[in-house]
């Protein structure tokens, strides 16, 4: 007998299920449903030009990976060329180079479709031993292309009159729903939701950052199959709430997101800048760009998102 959260979360699994909806082959899952459309009304949202990026510094000083997760390496970046002579004459053109080795989810980074497994499965349905040494044979990060599309931000920490969600908080979809109505805006099909929880303002203390955390339970989980979101990203570095829900369970919200709906995660963003602005002009849309680097066969990509309103 596989391993089994229990019947509610079967049931629920089976009730946001995107496998095969946009065919048996499909391995980007829900940012098919970043049309034409849904591109032209993240244009349309663009007001005054002002460009926020949402990344942390990829830095070994500055990162936030305190050694919880194996292999998630803060940003270590060396020299390989400093002032190399073009033509052997120092006082003409010379190069310098330089080289970077880092976990890719490490800092602010999007969680790929090949990033969870559950009872032996990927998204669609592709078997979780298409994983190997050599990466992810379905469902590899530089199947995604473009993120270029309406950005939504729903303040859940505002909208419940606090700075920053207490850890642990486990958001539903009410909460989503009162976060829209504070930011006047309805989430359409193709859009990603960004989630301000307020948490990242614990840095620079990481171990504060880490747990426990305030993120999306499976009590939002529907919420977001119902909008027909494109991708969903918080300023936390678990994603979901943490201690999960119900108690002992690890990762479901991972699994329902990734593996059932195909809906990738994005993690550690800052919205804190974008959340001021939104609140001064009220208005909590804009162009989101928020492309993952191409890596060939990778579960993971770093981002530098930038939202323009």
């Known amino acids: 007998m596989s391993f089994s959260f229990g019947p509610e979360f079967e049931e629920l699994a089976a009730q946001v299920t995107n496998w095969g909806r946009w065919g048996a082959d499909d391995e980007i899952g829900t940012i098919n449903l970043i049309t034409s459309e849904a591109v032209r009304r993240g244009v349309a949202a663009v007001r005054t030009g002002r ?154 203390d990481k171990f504060a950052y880490g747990v426990p955390s305030p993120g999306p339970s499976i009590h939002s989980v529907r919420w977001f199959r119902d909008h027909d979101v494109a991708a969903v990203a918080t300023d936390n570095l678990t994603f979901e709430v943490w201690p999960c829900l119900p108690d002992g369970a690890l990762l479901p919200v991972h699994i329902l997101h990734l593996t059932y709906m195909g809906m990738m995660q994005g993690q550690n963003w800052n919205l804190e800048a974008l959340s001021a602005d939104c609140a001064a002009d009220g208005i909590y849309e804009f162009l989101l760009s928020a492309s993952p680097q191409p890596f060939t066969a990778a579960v993971g990509s770093p981002v530098n998102p930038i939202a323009t309103k």
């Open 51 to 204: 460009n926020f990026s949402l990344a942390l510094p990829l830095s070994e000083a500055e990162g936030i990976q305190a050694g919880f997760i194996p292999g998630r390496v803060n940003p270590l970046r060396a020299m390989t060329q400093l002032n190399v002579p073009m033509t052997g004459d120092p006082t003409g053109p010379c190069v310098n180079d330089d080289v970077v080795t880092m976990g890719l989810q490490c800092a602010t980074h999007w969680d790929g479709l090949g990033h969870v497994s559950y009872q032996g499965v990927l998204y669609n349905g592709y078997p979780a031993a298409g994983i190997t040494c050599f990466g992810a044979s379905q469902c590899g990060i530089q199947q995604v292309g473009s993120i270029v599309t309406r950005g939504v931000l729903l303040d859940v920490a505002a909208a419940k009159g606090v700075d920053r969600l207490d850890g642990g908080y486990a958001i539903t979809g009410e909460d989503l729903d009162a976060a829209a109505e504070l930011g006047k805006v309805s989430v359409q099909p193709g859009d990603v939701v960004l989630l301000r929880t307020g948490h990242i303002r614990l840095l620079p």
